[in-house]
């Protein structure tokens, strides 16, 4: 097991998500009772919402130090958050990472065109929206993941339609509607990281969420002008070199509340 994976750290997440997979695929054959379907879809939502910082970390740094496990991973991350293989890295490591300090090219930008702000449930539904379109753009600047795009997204595609068509009801509450939720998460929670921040440094573009739940739960993701200042490091390596840079950062971009707050913020 130690030389499958690249960072070791990875094991327990990856042991963590590959549970709660089995668990969607039990409920999606076993559970017929719609409101028991609609009760296990609101129960997962918050799940489902952390699995995509992990999903993040992943496509910026790949988990395995094989090929066709990492396209496994991708497949399994695709039905908990509505991104398939290789989204995220057009849309933000090949986009929004190089784009961010331009408000009229960042692919999550929170911005309108006008230049005035978008609030966060404009921004969470603008990104979610454009999401797929903004990676389309982006890969075709980038063919080698485009091509992995278009392909994993037709097998991701593909099984979504055989898991409807064999159980419509179980597919559509275990993994269709979670992952339209999911992909939406995604937004949400990432306008907390940059909103508002008009800047042209790396130093002062991003806030930084210090919450230790927080970070436990999401792979050190609030460690976020780390983050942008080194995006290939490792997530298990994020607090070291944000230890390394943080005189840098301004006090206002330390946020301390607890995970609810910071989410909501």
């Known amino acids: ?5 690249k960072y070791q750290e990875d094991r327990i997440p990856v042991l963590i998500i590959s549970l709660l997979t089995v668990l969607d695929f039990t409920v999606y054959f076993l559970i017929d009772n719609l409101w028991l379907l609609i009760g296990y879809y609101l129960f997962m939502i918050w799940p489902k919402g952390v699995i995509c910082a992990w999903n993040h970390h992943h496509q910026h740094t790949p988990t395995f130090k094989y090929s066709w496990l990492n396209y496994l991973l991708e497949q399994i991350y695709a039905l908990h958050t509505g991104a398939t293989s290789k989204l995220w890295v057009l849309h933000h490591v090949l986009g929004h990472h190089h ?3 331009d408000q009229t090219r960042d692919e999550s930008r929170w911005k309108r065109k006008n230049g005035k702000n978008m609030g966060r449930l404009e921004y969470s539904f603008n990104v979610a929206l454009t999401a797929y379109y903004r990676g389309y753009q982006v890969g075709k600047r980038h063919p080698r993941p485009f091509k992995i795009f278009l392909i994993a997204s037709t097998v991701t595609l593909l099984l979504l339609v055989a898991l409807f068509w064999y159980r419509p009801v179980p597919a559509l509450f275990v993994f269709i509607l979670p992952m339209m939720t999911s992909l939406l998460f995604t937004a949400w929670v990432t306008y907390a990281h940059h909103a508002g ?5 790396d130093f002062e573009a991003s806030y930084n969420i210090m919450s230790p739940v927080y970070n436990l739960l999401t792979g050190n993701l609030g460690y976020h002008t780390a983050h942008h200042y080194k995006q290939g490091l490792h997530w298990s390596r ?3 070199l944000h230890e390394k840079i943080k005189d840098k950062i301004p006090q206002r971009l330390f946020l301390t509340e607890h995970l609810g707050s910071s989410l909501l913020r």
Request: glycine share 0%.
């Open 1 to 5: 097991m130690n030389t499958l994976f």
């Open 99 to 101: 784009h961010y300090l």
């Open 197 to 201: 921040l008009d800047v042209d440094n």
């Open 238 to 240: 994020l607090p070291a």
